[in-house]
T-cell receptor
Framework: GDSVTQMEGPVTLSEEAFLTINCTYTATGYPSLFWYVQYPGEGLQLLLKATKADDKGSNKGFEATYRKETTSFHLEKGSVQVSDSAVYFCALSDRSNAGNMLTFGGGTRLMVKP | DTGVSQDPRHKITKRGQNVTFRCDPISEHNRLYWYRQTLGQGPEFLTYFQNEAQLEKSRLLSDRFSAERPKGSFSTLEIQRTEQGDSAMYLC?????????????FGQGTRLTVV
C-alpha cells in the first residue's frame, strides 16, 4: 500500500537558519504530493503541493520538488522565522484511488528559536 | 464561510459510553472525510462521503464506528462502547470535488479522551 516516511523531529533551529525536512514515499500509482502544516491550536493547512514529476510547489518561502526518481518531496526554506514553529506533515494522494484520500507521514515538529 | 467546523472540540468519556461528533464542511463541498490522529502520529483515513453516499471505509473503522451524512451537508461520527484505544484527535476535512489536485480543508478536530 501507499506510505509516507518523513524525518523524525523535533527539529530545532535558530532564526534565519536553513530548513530541510526529508520526505520519501511509496505509492502503487502516480501520486500527487502535499505538505500540510499544523500550527499550535489550529487545524491542518495546506502549505504547498505538486502534482507531477519535477514540479516545484512553493508558498510562504517554503518549497519542495517532486522527485520521481528518488520518490522524494523534501521541504526546504532558506531562512526560518519563529512563526514557522509548527508540525509539518508530508502527504500523498494516489490518483488510482477514486476517493483521493490522503496518506500522511508521521509529522515533523519544527521549533525555531529567536 | 468560516471553514470546516467540528463540535465538540474536546470530549472526555468513560469507557463503554457512546459518543457522537459533528462536522460541518465548507458550503457546497461535496466530499467529506474523517481521519483519526493519535499523539505523535500523522492522520489516518477512516471514511469519506461523496454528497450523502459513504463510498469507502478504512479497515481502521471497526463495527463500533458509524458515520452518516444524511443530507449531504453535515456529518456525524459515532463511536459505540468506547475503549481507551479510541482516545485520539478526530479530524474532518472537506473538498469541493474530484481530482487528486483538489485541496482538502481540515477542521480543528475533536479530541476524545476515554477514561
Amino acid at each position: 500500500g501507499d506510505s509516507v516516511t518523513q524525518m523524525e523531529g523535533p527539529v530545532t533551529l535558530s532564526e534565519e537558519a536553513f530548513l530541510t525536512i526529508n520526505c520519501t514515499y511509496t505509492a502503487t500509482g502516480y501520486p500527487s504530493l502535499f505538505w500540510y502544516v499544523q500550527y499550535p491550536g489550529e487545524g491542518l493547512q495546506l502549505l504547498l503541493k505538486a502534482t507531477k514529476a519535477d514540479d516545484k510547489g512553493s508558498n510562504k518561502g517554503f518549497e519542495a520538488t517532486y522527485r520521481k526518481e528518488t520518490t522524494s518531496f523534501h521541504l526546504e526554506k532558506g531562512s526560518v522565522q519563529v512563526s514557522d514553529s509548527a508540525v509539518y506533515f508530508c502527504a500523498l494522494s494516489d490518483r488510482s484511488n477514486a476517493g483521493n484520500m490522503l496518506t500522511f507521514g508521521g509529522g515533523t515538529r519544527l521549533m525555531v528559536k529567536p | 464561510d468560516t471553514g470546516v467546523s467540528q463540535d465538540p472540540r474536546h470530549k472526555i468519556t468513560k469507557r463503554g459510553q457512546n459518543v457522537t461528533f459533528r462536522c460541518d464542511p465548507i458550503s457546497e463541498h461535496n466530499r467529506l472525510y474523517w481521519y483519526r490522529q493519535t499523539l505523535g502520529q500523522g492522520p489516518e483515513f477512516l471514511t469519506y462521503f461523496q454528497n450523502e453516499a459513504q463510498l469507502e471505509k478504512s479497515r481502521l473503522l471497526s463495527d463500533r464506528f458509524s458515520a452518516e451524512r444524511p443530507k449531504g451537508s453535515f456529518s456525524t461520527l459515532e463511536i459505540q462502547r468506547t475503549e481507551q484505544g479510541d482516545s485520539a484527535m478526530y479530524l474532518c476535512a472537506s473538498s469541493p470535488g474530484q481530482g487528486a489536485n483538489t485541496e482538502a480543508f481540515f477542521g480543528q478536530g475533536t479530541r476524545l479522551t476515554v477514561v
